[in-house]
T-cell receptor, first 113, second 111 residues
């Protein structure tokens, strides 16, 4: 039972470099989300998707792009990394029905130097 | 006012104690409520949903007070393994499932 899988688990980037974080889920969930978690700030929504081929902005979308070409995958891209993007990134998925909680991936710890 | 507010703690309690956390939310139209548990350097995991009539799962009891706009989590007979951060989660609208997460309440259960 894989659930939600995130890759990579750790990454160090230099300012200005780009990278893509991959999220894959095997639960046939319609909804997928990318969050970042910073000390004292809680989880903040970056982007989300309500189905294959759709994406929408969350609370803190600037500096990130996403794509959902396949239902099971949700990619988060950083085109030009900045130190302010140092964070822990969590992907989550859920079914589209009430009282259905999110399932999270194990996270990606990203440091931008 | 934040959409979801929690006391950050830490709550330091001895093993076997009963501890309760509250969480307030600002949107009176909020639809769904949850408690998540997050261990240090791990992902959040669903602990329990919170239903209007209140619900219990073993040593854990969750309650919702719509009139005062808060939810609560009660942990009885605390175990060392209960030490974690407890996140209050609210779905502020129906149909979007964009949940709002509180910043969490840290619990330390002491031997």
């Amino acid at each position: 039972n894989a659930g939600v899988t995130q890759t990579p688990k750790f990454r160090v980037l230099k300012t200005g470099q780009s990278m893509t974080l991959l999220c894959a889920q095997d639960m046939n969930h319609e909804y997928m989300y990318w969050y970042r978690q910073d000390p004292g700030m809680g989880l903040r929504l970056i982007h989300y998707s309500v189905g294959e081929g759709t994406t929408a902005k969350g609370e803190v979308p600037d500096g990130y792009n996403v794509s959902r070409l396949k239902k099971q995958n949700f990619l988060l891209g950083l085109e030009s990394a900045a130190p302010s993007q140092t964070s822990v990134y969590f992907c989550a998925s859920s079914a589209n029905r009430a009282n259905y909680g999110y399932t999270f991936g194990s996270g990606t710890r990203l440091t931008v130097v | 006012r934040k959409e979801v507010e929690q006391d950050p703690g830490p709550f330091n309690v001895p093993e076997g104690a009963t501890v309760a956390f509250n969480c307030t939310y600002s949107n009176s139209a909020s639809q769904s409520f949850f408690w998540y548990r997050q261990d240090c350097r791990k992902e959040p995991k669903l602990l329990m949903s919170v239903y209007s009539s209140g619900n219990e799962d073993g040593r854990f009891t969750a309650q919702l007070n719509r009139a005062s706009q808060y939810i609560s989590l009660l942990i009885r007979d605390s175990k060392l393994s209960d030490s974690a951060t407890y996140l209050c989660v609210v779905n502020p609208t129906s149909g979007t499932y964009k949940y709002i997460f509180g910043t969490g309440t840290r619990l330390k259960v002491l031997a």
